[in-house]
């Protein structure tokens, strides 16, 4: 029985099969009952099937592949001078985490873990070096830092019995569909390979069937936002946009805002149309060394600047508690980038404030989200200056983004 088809049940790790060393680890943590994902991924891993999973950041799904790993690695034979598993994933903020989550489960284990990511200095990619050539057990690495190590022959992963990626949508999001295929080439034929990814687009289900051999796959519904969230939107033309954020602004800054654009090029021009208007902001994306990215999350943090413009990037994996306004300069193409990315704020029992600027060629996608929450989001009146917003019609799909009374202008700082 699954745990969805039981809500008064949920079941512990003391009823999964796992040793008493991945067990004492886990009490150690205060882990005691599995999450959905967990429940059902944990058995079908153990039994050393290959797995798509279907599940969001925040659902546990770390520990429903590492706890298999952990166990298999202790229970079986593996070399011990050789690299037994690969977790491949986005971000360096995430692969810092996993190594941290391996550590704290493997604490009884006499299991070795290393995360390699980019953008460090040569102390780091030294660390790095030594932990690869001595044969750690569990390497927790970024696509391109780990092509950059095997094109140098500095890590050899012919001997991988696991390999994972983790938040697969979003490293093909981030172009590195191509890095991934070469290092699966590295790898041997005869491993288990474990897929999780928060949604899964075409792209995902062409790579699944290169990569793995008959997968089971589980998916967990995506869950709803946080009730704390007060959801609003604004219907307006694309180009009224930079002047709700003045008007929004002008008065009264927020603690911590992050405005959600959908490119790092969209990214760049709202960050510029802001500091025109000398709103405190910070730019985040991919073309950010991590140097940059690591003071600018840090300027954030503590409220040296108070309004961050992102991508997609940051909706996952960076954890910042008070923030207490997510605006959807763009709409994202799904619902669950949308509970994504509003789920940054109303974090810790603090209520939080969602606003999406929805422009015609977006009024499709935030129709679909509003039937996918299965209600209407609250409709903000657009402020006087700006002028009136576009009809309401979905159905209605390109526009040339002019409307009445002016409704083309761009923006220019007057001050």
Wanted: aromatic share 8%; net charge negative; glycine share 6%.
């Amino acid at each position: 029985m699954t745990a969805s088809s039981n809500p008064f049940h949920s079941m512990t790790f003391e009823e999964l099969p796992l040793e008493e060393e991945v067990l004492d680890g886990l009490w150690s943590m205060n882990f005691r009952d599995c999450t959905p994902v967990q429940e059902q991924a944990i058995p079908i891993l153990l039994e050393g099937k290959d797995l798509i999973a279907c599940a969001q950041t925040g659902t546990g799904k770390t520990a429903a592949y590492l706890l298999p790993i952990l166990n298999n690695l202790i229970k079986s034979e593996h070399p011990e001078d050789a690299i037994n598993a690969i977790i491949m994933v986005p971000t360096r903020e995430l692969a810092q985490q996993i190594d941290q989550q391996v550590a704290g489960f493997a604490y009884f284990l006499p299991v070795s873990s290393v995360a390699v990511y980019g953008g460090s200095d040569g102390i780091v990619w030294e660390q790095q070096k030594k932990g690869l050539q001595a044969g750690v057990d569990i390497v927790i690495a970024t696509p391109g830092r780990l092509l950059s190590y095997l094109k140098l022959g500095l890590i050899d992963i012919s001997r991988v019995q696991y390999f994972i990626l983790d938040e697969a949508d979003r490293m093909l999001d981030m172009g590195f569909f191509d890095d991934i295929m070469q290092v699966v080439n590295e790898l041997p034929r005869r491993r288990q390979t474990m897929l999780f990814s928060a949604t899964m687009p075409p792209k995902i289900r062409e790579m699944a069937k290169t990569i793995m051999d008959q997968p089971a796959e589980i998916r967990l519904a995506v869950s709803k936002p946080n009730d704390k969230i007060l959801q609003s939107a604004y219907i307006c033309y694309e180009r009224q946009k930079a002047y709700i954020v003045k008007s929004l602004f002008e008065d009264t800054l927020p603690d911590k805002a992050i405005i959600f654009a959908s490119s790092k090029i969209k990214v760049k021009e709202v960050t510029r149309t802001l500091r025109g208007m000398h709103l405190p902001v910070a730019e985040m994306h991919s073309d950010l060394d991590q140097s940059e990215r690591d003071s600018t999350m840090q300027a954030f943090k503590t409220g040296k600047v108070n309004i961050l413009v992102a991508t997609d990037i940051v909706s996952r994996g960076i954890d910042i508690e008070d923030i207490s306004v997510v605006i959807n300069y763009d709409m994202p193409h799904d619902p669950e980038d949308y509970v994504h990315r509003i789920g940054r704020t109303a974090r810790a029992s603090a209520d939080g404030l969602s606003i999406s600027f929805v422009s015609e060629d977006e009024q499709d996608i935030f129709d679909r989200i509003e039937k996918f929450l299965g209600k209407k989001v609250y409709r903000l009146p657009l402020p006087e200056e700006v002028g009136e917003g576009p009809e309401w019609d979905p159905t209605r799909r390109k526009s040339s983004g002019f409307g009445k009374k002016g409704k083309g202008r761009c923006f220019k700082p007057n001050r």
